[in-house]
């Protein structure tokens, strides 16, 4: 709790086919924003040392969401594709046999 009454963390993103060439591609933009209240000794601490500090840490966090991301679509898109495959398969009419040879 105390954690939670000093720290905030917003994050606003975006993600959106784009046709280029018959190709459809993925572009997205992620906004992430972090307020923390520093405890008083770390107040002294210069402020570019701490802005620096909080933007590798905000990359970090943003390049874990990335690969998260990515790897959730693949495997959305895998289960796309089976159930597709799945019911193409299903929907075919059942093949009719000639008993008179």
């Known amino acids: 709790e ?3 009454r000093r720290f905030t963390l917003n994050l606003a ?3 959106e086919p784009h046709q280029t060439n018959g190709q459809t591609y993925l572009k997205g933009h992620a906004d992430l924003q972090v307020e923390v209240e520093l ?3 770390l107040q002294l601490t ?3 040392l701490i802005e620096s500090t909080g933007n590798g840490l905000l990359k970090s966090v943003l390049l874990t ?3 998260r991301l990515t790897h959730q679509l693949l495997e959305d898109y895998l289960q796309w594709a089976s159930d597709e495959v799945t019911g193409a398969i ?3 009419p ?8």
């Open 39 to 41: 405890p008083a000794p």
């Open 2 to 4: 105390y954690i939670d």
């Open 65 to 67: 969401i990335k690969h």
């Open 13 to 15: 993103g975006i993600l």
């Open 94 to 101: 059942d093949p009719v046999f000639s008993t008179n040879g």
């Open 46 to 48: 210069p402020k570019p």
């Open 90 to 92: 299903e929907q075919r």
